[in-house]
C-alpha cells in the first residue's frame, strides 16, 4: 500500500463538543492541567462544599478536548480500568443573555442530565439509583430493581414509594418541590417521558399536559421564570453526592458579551457561579475561558466573584512543546494501522512529516494543537500528493463563513423549538442590531416589568416584549404589565414578538383584548417565520463561536470582526424582514385575526378542507380562501380554487 | 495557388515555432534558418512575411530595430528577469541598465528602457531612498529591507577596498568578524550575566504578581511589564527576555488570537516576537 492510498490522519478536526471523542488522547498532552481537574474532583468527593476552576487558554489549545477527557473518565468510557470514580457531567456553553442565564442553565443542565452516559442509561437514573442505593431504600442491582420498578408503573400507575422516602429523607430543606418530585418520579419511572422532560427543561406546557402529569401550574412571568429556573437548578444539583459528585462546565463566556463595552453578561456570570457555589455541595464548577479574554474578565467580574470562579485554582493549556507535538503527531498516524505499518520501515519517527516543516507552525517555542493539526493536514496531503512541500491554502474565508452559517442555520431548522424563541431573541436580537449599525443600546438595568429587550435609541427608548408564553394567566399578566407601561410611558416604542409557530386561538379572548388594546396604543406586532428565527439562531451561533475561538478555518480562528463584516454585507432576507418590523419607522399591518384562527385550528388538524375550515371558523368560504392565499408561506392549499387546506411544514 | 498558400502557412508556423522556443529574440537571420527552403520561395520574401506576422500581432519587433522579432510571451518573461535582478538587491538606473545588457542579450536597448519603464507604472519596480548620494534606488519591494542597505553597504565596502587590494571575500571575511564580534557585546544587549538575572527577575516578579502562578495560573504580560517598569525599562529588553524564556522552555508564552484587531497602542502593551506574533500572558512551564 502506498501513501496515497493512506487517509489523511490529520483531517479530522480537535474536539468540539466535549460530549463527542476524544478519539485521540495523548495522556501527557495538558497532563497538569488535567491532574488540576482530577484535584478537583476528588476535593468536592472529600469534603461537603463546591468547588471551582478557571481554565484558560488560546483558541484550539484543547479547552473542549480537556472537557472531553474529563467526562469520557467519570462515565468510565477512559482506560477500562474502571479506577476513577464517576460522576456526572454537565456542558453548558453560554449562548445566553444576562437575563435569562439560570433559564439556559436549567435547559443545559436538564439536556445533559437526560442524556444517556455510561451504563446505558441516563444521567438522572444514574444520579437518582445512587442516591436511592446511598439511603438503603434499595439494595442489589440498581438497573434491574429499576426495570421492575417500571414494569409496575405501566400495570398500575402508582407513584415511586421509595422515591417519595428519599425525598423527605435527604430534603431537609425543602429545595425540592412538590413539582419536582412529581417529574423526577415520571422520568424515573419512564412515564410521560417527554412531557416531564420538557417541564424540567422550563417549557410553557398546556393546562392538559400539566394535568397528565399531576403537576401544578406555577407563574410565568419572567422574574418568577428566572427566579424558578435558579431554584430548580440548585435542586438539582443538590442531588450530588461524594461518590456522584456533579461536574458543571461553562464555555464560551465570552459570548456573554455583547461588545467590548457590555459587561452586564459577565457580572450575572459571576453572580450565577457566586450563587452556585455558596448554594451546592458536591459539584465542581469549570469555567473555560480564552486567555485574549483575561483582561475583559478581570475589568468585568466582580472580584468576590472572580475569586469564586477561580476558588480552588486556575489552570493554563500551554502551546504544545515541540516533546508533546511529536507525540501527539506520532499517536494520529499510528491510530490508522495501514500507515502505521507503512511508517514501521522509516529511520524518521515523523515520516512521512519532516521535522523542519512540522516547525514552521511553532511561535514562541510553542503550539496550539488545533494550529499544529491542521498544518500537518496539510503537510501530509502534500506528501500524499507527491508535491515537495506546497502548504494548502484554508479556503477563502467568505466560503468557509457561508458553509458555516448554513450549518448552524440547518441544524436549527431541524431541532428548533418556539420553547428556544425566547433564548434565541434574547441573545441574537441586540448582536442583529449591533452589527447592522443600529445605534440602539441595549439597558439592562431598571428594565420595567414585562419587557425583555430594552433599548435606548435617539429616538427614544425602544421596549419588545416576547409573548411567547402559552394563552393563559402568564401571557394575561405580561400582556397587563405592558399596557402600564404604555400608558405611564406613551413616549417608548414598544414592539409585541412572538414566535408566528404559536398563533392566538379564538378562545383567548383576555389575551386578543389586551393585544387590541397594546395595538391601538401603537405598539407594533412582530411575529418573526420559524426560518427567521433559525436564521437568527445560526447567527447568534456563528457569532458566539467566533467570540469564543472555536470558528476553524483548518487551524485559523476567524475573527469576530471578519464574521460581523460578512455578516452585515450579507444578511438573509428573512432577518432583513425582522429588522424591518422592529425598527419604528415602519407602519406594520396589525395581525390578521382570521389568519390567526386558521393557524390554530390547522396546529390541531393539519389537514381540513376549505368548507370544514370555513365552517368551524365561522366565514365565508371565500373569506377562507382568500385569506390562505394572502399567508401561502404558512398555509398550504391544494386544488385551484383550494378545496383543502394544510399547515405546511417548512423545508430544511 | 492552393501550393503556394500551404508553403506560406508552414513558414508562419515555423517562424512562430523558433521565437516561442527562444529565450531571447532572433534575428531575421536566425529565423531565415528555422524555416526550411521548400516552405519560402525566397529568403528575400522573409521580411514581408514577418512584418505581416507583425501586423497580425503574432509577433512583435521595435522600430528601433526592426530586424529583431520576438514572441508577445517573450516580453513576460523579461519583465520577470528584471524583477528578478531587483528582488535580489536594489540597484541605480544606471546599474540595472548595465546588468540588462547581460540579462536581456538580444533586446532593442529602447525596448529594454520602455519595458522598465512600464514596470515603475504599473508599480512592480518601485524608486527607493539611496543608502548614499542622490540617484533613488530602484526595487522590486515598495520600501527596500534593512538587508537590503547592509548588502549595499558591504558592496560599497567591497568596491572602495579593491583598490587597497582586497577581493569581494576578504571584505566579506572581515565583516564576518566585525558582526562576531559585536554580537558579543551589542549596544543596548544585556551581558550573559545581566540576562539571566533579568530572566530571574521576572519569574519572581510573576509569582508575587499572582502566586497561584506556581500551579499554572497565567500572569498578564501587561500587568508584568508595568510591575518591572523601574527595573526593565526597555521594551526590547523585556520582550526578548520573555522570548528567551519560552524558548528555554521555563514559561509558556500565550499568543494573542486577535492581535490583527488591536491599536498601536494596545499592541505596544503585549510582547511582539519580531514575527508579526504578539503574545498576551505568560504561565510558568513545569
Known amino acids: 500500500?502506498?501513501?496515497?492510498?493512506?487517509?489523511?490522519?490529520?483531517?479530522?478536526?480537535?474536539?468540539?463538543?466535549?460530549?463527542?471523542?476524544?478519539?485521540?488522547?495523548?495522556?501527557?498532552?495538558?497532563?497538569?492541567?488535567?491532574?488540576?481537574?482530577?484535584?478537583?474532583?476528588?476535593?468536592?468527593?472529600?469534603?461537603?462544599?463546591?468547588?471551582?476552576?478557571?481554565?484558560?487558554?488560546?483558541?484550539?489549545?484543547?479547552?473542549?478536548?480537556?472537557?472531553?477527557?474529563?467526562?469520557?473518565?467519570?462515565?468510565?468510557?477512559?482506560?477500562?480500568?474502571?479506577?476513577?470514580?464517576?460522576?456526572?457531567?454537565?456542558?453548558?456553553?453560554?449562548?445566553?443573555?444576562?437575563?435569562?442565564?439560570?433559564?439556559?442553565?436549567?435547559?443545559?443542565?436538564?439536556?445533559?442530565?437526560?442524556?444517556?452516559?455510561?451504563?446505558?442509561?441516563?444521567?438522572?437514573?444514574?444520579?437518582?439509583?445512587?442516591?436511592?442505593?446511598?439511603?438503603?431504600?434499595?439494595?442489589?442491582?440498581?438497573?434491574?430493581w429499576l426495570a421492575q420498578r417500571r414494569q409496575e408503573a405501566r400495570r398500575d400507575d402508582l407513584p415511586c414509594r421509595e422515591l417519595e422516602e428519599l425525598f423527605d429523607r435527604m430534603d431537609s430543606a425543602g429545595r425540592l418541590s412538590y413539582n419536582l418530585r412529581v417529574a423526577l418520579g415520571h422520568l424515573l419511572l419512564g412515564r410521560h417521558r417527554g412531557?416531564?422532560?420538557?417541564?424540567?427543561?422550563?417549557?410553557?406546557?398546556?393546562?392538559?399536559?400539566?394535568?397528565k402529569l399531576e403537576i401544578m401550574p406555577e407563574p410565568d412571568g419572567d422574574d418568577e421564570l428566572e427566579e424558578q429556573a435558579h431554584q430548580l437548578v440548585i435542586a438539582l444539583t443538590c442531588l450530588a453526592t461524594a461518590e456522584l459528585p456533579i461536574i458543571f462546565c461553562f464555555d464560551q463566556i465570552e459570548a456573554l458579551q455583547l461588545d467590548p463595552q457590555d459587561s452586564s453578561g459577565l457580572i450575572a456570570f459571576g453572580q450565577t457561579i457566586s450563587a452556585l457555589y455558596a448554594e451546592t455541595r458536591r459539584v465542581l464548577l469549570i469555567s473555560c475561558v480564552q486567555i485574549s479574554f483575561l483582561g475583559a474578565l478581570n475589568q468585568s467580574i466582580r472580584g468576590a466573584d472572580l475569586d469564586r470562579i477561580r476558588e480552588f485554582g486556575e489552570v493554563s493549556l500551554n502551546p504544545l512543546t515541540w516533546d508533546e507535538a511529536q507525540q501527539l503527531i506520532k499517536a494520529r498516524m499510528d491510530a490508522q494501522p495501514e500507515l502505521k505499518r507503512l511508517r514501521a520501515g522509516n529511520l524518521d519517527p515523523l515520516w512521512p512529516l519532516r521535522e523542519a516543516e512540522i516547525k514552521t507552525a511553532f511561535t514562541g517555542a510553542g503550539?496550539?494543537?488545533?494550529?499544529?493539526?491542521?498544518?500537518?493536514?496539510?503537510?501530509?496531503?502534500?506528501?500524499?500528493?507527491?508535491?515537495?512541500?506546497?502548504?494548502?491554502?484554508a479556503p477563502a474565508v467568505e466560503v468557509f463563513l457561508m458553509a458555516a452559517l448554513e450549518e448552524r442555520r440547518r441544524k436549527a431548522l431541524e431541532c428548533g423549538e418556539p420553547s428556544q424563541t425566547n433564548q434565541i431573541v434574547t441573545h441574537g436580537l441586540p448582536a442583529l442590531l449591533l452589527l447592522t449599525g443600529y445605534r440602539w443600546r441595549q439597558r439592562n438595568r431598571e428594565v420595567p416589568a414585562g419587557v425583555d429587550l430594552l433599548f435606548e435609541s435617539a429616538e427614544g427608548d425602544v421596549a419588545v416584549g416576547l409573548c411567547n408564553n402559552r394563552p393563559g394567566p402568564g401571557l394575561v399578566k405580561k400582556l397587563d404589565q405592558l399596557r402600564k407601561l404604555a400608558e405611564d410611558s406613551p413616549t417608548t416604542k414598544m414592539i409585541l414578538l412572538r414566535d408566528s409557530r404559536l398563533p392566538i386561538g379564538r378562545t383567548a379572548a383576555k389575551t386578543r383584548e389586551l393585544r387590541d388594546r397594546l395595538l391601538k396604543k401603537g405598539a407594533r406586532w412582530v411575529e418573526p417565520s420559524a426560518e427567521a428565527l433559525a436564521t437568527l439562531d445560526a447567527l447568534r451561533r456563528l457569532l458566539s463561536d467566533a467570540k469564543s475561538g472555536e470558528l476553524d478555518n483548518r487551524g485559523d480562528a476567524v475573527e469576530l470582526?471578519?464574521?460581523?463584516?460578512?455578516?452585515?454585507?450579507?444578511?438573509?432576507?428573512?432577518?432583513?424582514?425582522?429588522?424591518?418590523?422592529?425598527?419604528?419607522?415602519?407602519?406594520?399591518?396589525?395581525?390578521?385575526?382570521?389568519?390567526?384562527?386558521?393557524?390554530?385550528?390547522?396546529?390541531?388538524?393539519?389537514?381540513?378542507?376549505?368548507?370544514?375550515?370555513?365552517?368551524?371558523l365561522g366565514r365565508k368560504v371565500e373569506e377562507v380562501e382568500a385569506c390562505a392565499e394572502r399567508h401561502s408561506e404558512c398555509v398550504g392549499a391544494l386544488g385551484d380554487p383550494p378545496a383543502v387546506l394544510f399547515r405546511l411544514v417548512n423545508d430544511i | 495557388m492552393p501550393n503556394e498558400q500551404s508553403s506560406h502557412s508552414e513558414a508562419v508556423a515555423c517562424a512562430l515555432r523558433a521565437l516561442r522556443q527562444s529565450a531571447q529574440p532572433l534575428t531575421v537571420a536566425k529565423l531565415a534558418k528555422a524555416i526550411p527552403k521548400s516552405a519560402l520561395k525566397s529568403k528575400k520574401d522573409l521580411p514581408e512575411l514577418l512584418e505581416q506576422m507583425v501586423r497580425a500581432g503574432e509577433i512583435r519587433s521595435h522600430k528601433a530595430r526592426s530586424s529583431v522579432y520576438w514572441a508577445p510571451s517573450l516580453e513576460g518573461q523579461a519583465s520577470e528577469k528584471i524583477l528578478e535582478a531587483l528582488n535580489e538587491i536594489p540597484l541605480t538606473q544606471t546599474d540595472l541598465k548595465s546588468k540588462l545588457r547581460s540579462l536581456l542579450i538580444g533586446w532593442p536597448q529602447t525596448k529594454r528602457d520602455e519595458m522598465l519603464a512600464r514596470l515603475i507604472k504599473e508599480k512592480r519596480v518601485y524608486k527607493v531612498p539611496p543608502l548614499t548620494g542622490k540617484a533613488a534606488l530602484l526595487s522590486a519591494r515598495d520600501e527596500a529591507t534593512p538587508q537590503d542597505y547592509v548588502r549595499l553597504a558591504l558592496q560599497l565596502a567591497a568596491a572602495r577596498l579593491k583598490t587597497r587590494g582586497l577581493t569581494a571575500e576578504q571584505v566579506m571575511t572581515v565583516a564576518r568578524e566585525v558582526l562576531q564580534q559585536t554580537q558579543a557585546a551589542p549596544a543596548g544587549v544585556p551581558s550573559y550575566q545581566d540576562a539571566v538575572e533579568l530572566e530571574r527577575l521576572i519569574l519572581e516578579r510573576m509569582l508575587r504578581l499572582n502566586p497561584s502562578a506556581a500551579n499554572g495560573a497565567p500572569v498578564q504580560l501587561i500587568q508584568l511589564r508595568q510591575s518591572l517598569r523601574s527595573e526593565i525599562s526597555d521594551k526590547d529588553v523585556f520582550d526578548r527576555t520573555i522570548m528567551r524564556l519560552a524558548e528555554q522552555g521555563r514559561v509558556a508564552a500565550h499568543r494573542h488570537d486577535y492581535a490583527g484587531g488591536l491599536s498601536q497602542e494596545d499592541l505596544a502593551a503585549l510582547v511582539s516576537d519580531g514575527r508579526g506574533n504578539y503574545f498576551i500572558a505568560v504561565t510558568l512551564r513545569d
Open chain 1, 1 to 144: 500500500m502506498s501513501l496515497a492510498a493512506v487517509s489523511n490522519p490529520f483531517h479530522s478536526p480537535v474536539v468540539s463538543d466535549p460530549w463527542e471523542g476524544p478519539e485521540i488522547d495523548v495522556i501527557s498532552v495538558h497532563q497538569s492541567a488535567f491532574a488540576r481537574c482530577c484535584e478537583a474532583v476528588a476535593a468536592v468527593r472529600a469534603r461537603p462544599h463546591s468547588a471551582s476552576v478557571l481554565v484558560y487558554g488560546e483558541s484550539g489549545s484543547g479547552k473542549t478536548h480537556l472537557l472531553a477527557r474529563l467526562r469520557a473518565r467519570v462515565a468510565g468510557e477512559g482506560d477500562g480500568s474502571g479506577s476513577f470514580q464517576k460522576a456526572i457531567f454537565v456542558s453548558a456553553p453560554l449562548r445566553a443573555s444576562a437575563r435569562m442565564i439560570w433559564r439556559h442553565l436549567r435547559d443545559c443542565l436538564v439536556g445533559d442530565l437526560l442524556r444517556r452516559s455510561g451504563y446505558g442509561g441516563a444521567q438522572l437514573e444514574r444520579l437518582l439509583l445512587g442516591l436511592l442505593s446511598k439511603y438503603g431504600l434499595i439494595s442489589g442491582d440498581g438497573p434491574l
Open chain 1, 195 to 211: 412531557l416531564a422532560g420538557a417541564w424540567l427543561r422550563g417549557e410553557s406546557l398546556p393546562e392538559a399536559a400539566l394535568r
Open chain 1, 367 to 393: 503550539c496550539v494543537a488545533r494550529r499544529l493539526i491542521a498544518h500537518c493536514s496539510a503537510l501530509f496531503e502534500a506528501q500524499r500528493g507527491g508535491e515537495t512541500v506546497a502548504i494548502l491554502t
Open chain 1, 561 to 616: 470582526k471578519t464574521v460581523q463584516d460578512w455578516l452585515a454585507r450579507r444578511l438573509a432576507v428573512e432577518l432583513k424582514d425582522v429588522l424591518n418590523q422592529v425598527a419604528p419607522e415602519d407602519v406594520m399591518p396589525p395581525p390578521e385575526e382570521l389568519y390567526e384562527e386558521m393557524a390554530e385550528l390547522l396546529g390541531r388538524q393539519h389537514m381540513v378542507s376549505v368548507a370544514d375550515a370555513a365552517a368551524l
